[in-house]
């Protein structure tokens, strides 16, 4: 079997301290492997966030050891945790992080503009990016110009376009129409066919299970259920979205 892309070893996280302490992970192991979209489903303040921040080295676990692409984040310090991010890992967040004095193909090249990568070689990446997401007559346009499910596919791109083992979502199609979410959920789910490389996307929305190729819920900072489809298909229940 090939290393996993991402996994968590006994994590638990506690989140503030004295009164206002919370348990936020407690004892969560996992596993993800390429050529798969796990979508991670809880009610709030279950912790979905932040094992997804763990998992992106955005957060440092209490206990326990988080390995990316089989290097451990045990005992790393912030500038190592901040290469393994450049390195392995790509964020989309609901709220879309999009630069607003800065067009689609400017937005996607500061991906690589902080891997050192720039010049004539960087923006024809950037275009190719924005192409996969179906916004190669966007290049120029800002982001007030576009619509919310464009600027989104505009995070996707920026996320995809230095080519990470691991694609990290939370609530991407939280702020867009039905219409736009399943969109957005397709191209994700393009992109998990890569067996080099896993999407995680946490959301509430029960309609897209079906894209999912496994469904993992969490209640209280522990896993509860996962769920996977035969033979590496999506699952077409919704079972584990019921909470």
Do not use: W
């Amino acid at each position: 079997m090939s290393t996993p892309i991402l996994e968590a070893r006994s994590v638990s996280k506690v989140l503030g301290t004295g009164p206002a302490q919370v348990d936020a992970l407690k004892d969560v192991s996992l596993v993800l492997q390429g050529g798969e979209l796990t979508v991670l489903m809880g009610p709030s303040g279950s912790g979905k966030t932040t094992l997804l921040s763990v998992l992106g080295c955005m957060l440092t676990p209490t206990a326990g050891e988080v390995r990316v692409c089989g290097t451990s984040t045990e005992g790393a310090g912030a500038q190592a945790l901040a290469q393994l991010r450049r390195d392995h890992v790509g964020f989309i967040f609901q709220s879309y992080h999009l630069f607003p004095t800065l067009t689609a193909a400017e937005n996607v090249q500061l991906a690589l503009d902080v891997r050192g990568e720039y010049g004539r070689d960087a923006r024809i990446r950037s275009c190719e990016a924005l192409a996969r997401v179906g916004l190669a007559n966007k290049l120029l346009s800002f982001p007030n110009e576009l619509s919310g499910g464009e600027q989104q596919r505009v995070a996707i791109a920026r996320a995809i376009v230095s080519g990470p083992s691991a694609i990290l979502a939370d609530e991407p199609t939280a702020a867009v129409d039905s219409t736009n979410g399943q969109a957005i959920m397709r191209i994700l789910s393009a992109i998990a066919a890569d067996s080099d490389r896993c999407v995680l996307v946490v959301t509430h929305d029960t309609r897209l299970l079906p894209y999912a190729h496994r469904v993992i819920s969490i209640e209280d900072g522990r896993l509860v259920s996962d769920e996977r489809g035969r033979a590496g298909t999506p699952l077409q229940t919704t079972a584990a979205g019921q909470h």
